[in-house]
Nanobody
């Protein structure tokens, strides 16, 4: 069974930087996508960024393009989300997740309800 452990959240001032980590284990297939979602109280969970492992491409939500970078270290089975130029509206709980099988669409095209496994979440708070 796939297990995901999120970490790296915290409190940062606007304009600052944080790096989230997602340590993954238990994969029995290489047909998956892995990515990050975020959620604020009262709102639906939204996709932030994800990695399409079939072709190595990454997707980003428009709201984070140019500021967030997703990367992976296969030797550590870890995915990172480098978040720069943070804004107060980036404040949320961030979750790592896995979509398997990956499907034929770019991974962020899939609603969060299609994603099967979730980390415990890590709080990111950006002060103005």
């Amino acid at each position: 069974e796939v297990q995901l452990v999120d970490s790296g959240g915290g409190l940062v001032q606007a304009g600052g930087t944080l790096r989230l980590s997602c340590a993954a284990s238990g994969f029995t297939t290489d047909d998956y996508a892995i990515g990050w979602f975020r959620q604020v109280p009262g709102k639906e969970r939204e996709g932030v960024s994800c990695l399409n492992t079939k072709d190595g491409t990454t997707d980003y939500a428009d709201s984070v393009k140019g500021r967030f970078t997703l990367s992976s270290d296969n030797s550590k089975n870890t995915v990172y989300l480098e978040m720069t130029s943070l804004k107060p509206e980036d404040t949320a709980v961030y979750y790592c997740s896995v979509l398997s099988p990956q499907g034929y669409l770019s991974c962020l095209r899939y609603h969060y309800s299609h994603w099967q496994r979730w980390g415990q979440g890590t709080q990111v708070t950006v002060s103005s």
